[in-house]
């Protein structure tokens, strides 16, 4: 408990990032490695396997691309409310580390929902969906807005008082977290684990297709948060991965950009100015059940 109430050195925060940040990808790569010998072992590694992965690690590098032209801004953003409008002043301990890192886990439950809630959002979050394997190269999946929207729910976190590097922490270990669910390697964990925290068999759920699945299970580290709110769904079928229209290409700068491309020409598509506002604010499956029902009536 004293150990818990000691106060950190910035420096150490900012050291226990870049420990998992940048040694956690050799981790993750490793892990790849023993998925892709069991592929093998399965008969079940194909070139369609090997051009999906290739082309999720060369998205991670375009989104990373992008993330470094815009870390300053994003950075300053947090430490200019920290220093201006921050409403108490939490110290570095063990304590408000947990602390922050189950408001940063909440916070990006409803990040993660919000992603699957309007088309602006969902243009570049279906990138991660569509791949129609399911493996830890997905988890490094990405799409060209990426970085944008965990600012704002992550945001009031540095107003309420958590240092800023505090938070990038613990939005660190709640992504390294994630990473580690995108496995058809571990089955279903004991039961009490299953209910408490968000596992591989919960997240495959989340990157189902299957009607039954979809719009489910956006928890970070705690599935507590879907089951409070709603949205859980349990792991029961088989599930299908991938979206609706499939991409259907390894070609990275088509699918890095493939959500944006597919809402351009929706806009272009659309009957009038309020019909495009409602692709900018209404679920993705709204857009699919007008154009069903486009289509419909045209025959």
Same mark, same amino acid.
């Given at each position: 408990?004293?150990?818990?109430?000691?106060?950190?050195?910035?420096?150490?925060?900012?050291?226990?990032?870049?420990?998992?940040?940048?040694?956690?990808?050799?981790? +993750?790569?490793?892990?790849?490695?023993?998925?892709?010998?069991?592929?093998?072992?399965?008969?079940?590694?194909?070139?369609?396997?090997?051009? @999906?992965?290739?082309?999720?690690?060369?998205?991670?590098?375009?989104?990373?691309?992008?993330?470094?032209?815009? +870390?300053?801004?994003?950075?300053?953003?947090?430490?200019?409310?920290?220093?201006?409008?921050?409403?108490?002043?939490?110290?570095?301990?063990?304590?408000?580390?947990?602390?922050?890192?189950?408001?940063?886990?909440?916070?990006?439950?409803?990040?993660?929902?919000?992603?699957?809630?309007?088309?602006?959002?969902?243009?570049?979050?279906?990138?991660?969906?569509?791949?129609?394997?399911?493996?830890?190269?997905?988890?490094?999946?990405?799409?060209?807005? @990426?970085?944008? =929207?965990?600012?704002? =729910?992550?945001?009031?976190?540095?107003?309420?008082?958590?240092?800023?590097?505090?938070?990038?922490?613990?939005?660190?270990?709640?992504?390294?977290?994630?990473?580690?669910?995108?496995?058809?390697?571990?089955?279903?964990?004991?039961?009490?684990?299953?209910?408490? =925290?968000?596992?591989?068999?919960?997240?495959?759920?989340?990157?189902?297709?299957?009607?039954?699945?979809? @719009?489910?299970?956006? +928890?970070?580290?705690?599935?507590?948060?879907?089951?409070?709110?709603?949205?859980?769904?349990?792991?029961?079928?088989?599930?299908?991965?991938?979206?609706?229209?499939?991409?259907?290409?390894?070609?990275?700068?088509?699918?890095?950009?493939?959500?944006?491309?597919?809402?351009?020409?929706?806009?272009?598509?659309?009957?009038?100015?309020?019909?495009?506002?409602?692709?900018?604010?209404?679920?993705?499956?709204?857009?699919?059940?007008?154009?069903?029902?486009?289509?419909?009536?045209?025959?």
């Amino acid at each position: 408990m004293e150990l818990m109430s000691t106060i950190l050195p910035e420096d150490t925060v900012s050291y226990l990032e870049y420990l998992i940040d940048d040694y956690f990808f050799l981790i +993750a790569a490793a892990l790849l490695v023993v998925e892709l010998i069991r592929y093998g072992i399965k008969k079940q590694f194909t070139r369609n396997l090997l051009g @999906d992965t290739i082309t999720n690690f060369v998205t991670l590098s375009m989104f990373v691309s992008l993330s470094v032209l815009v +870390a300053t801004a994003y950075t300053g953003v947090f430490f200019y409310v920290y220093d201006n409008f921050r409403l108490t002043d939490f110290p570095i301990t063990g304590w408000t580390l947990l602390g922050c890192l189950i408001l940063a886990d909440l916070a990006y439950y409803w990040e993660h929902r919000f992603l699957h809630s309007n088309g602006l959002a969902w243009g570049t979050h279906t990138v991660h969906h569509s791949s129609p394997h399911f493996n830890i190269s997905v988890a490094y999946r990405f799409g060209p807005l @990426d970085w944008l =929207f965990p600012l704002f =729910f992550h945001l009031p976190l540095v107003l309420l008082g958590f240092h800023p590097l505090v938070v990038f922490l613990c939005e660190v270990v709640v992504q390294v977290y994630q990473t580690l669910l995108h496995t058809e390697v571990v089955k279903k964990l004991p039961r009490p684990i299953e209910a408490v =925290f968000n596992t591989p068999s919960h997240h495959r759920v989340h990157h189902g297709k299957n009607r039954q699945y979809l @719009d489910t299970n956006y +928890a970070g580290i705690l599935i507590i948060w879907d089951r409070m709110f709603g949205t859980f769904a349990r792991e029961e079928e088989k599930v299908r991965y991938g979206i609706f229209p499939a991409v259907n290409s390894f070609n990275p700068i088509k699918v890095f950009f493939s959500g944006y491309t597919k809402l351009a020409e929706q806009f272009w598509n659309a009957p009038s100015w309020s019909y495009r506002l409602q692709l900018l604010i209404r679920p993705p499956i709204w857009a699919w059940q007008q154009e069903q029902k486009r289509k419909r009536e045209a025959q």
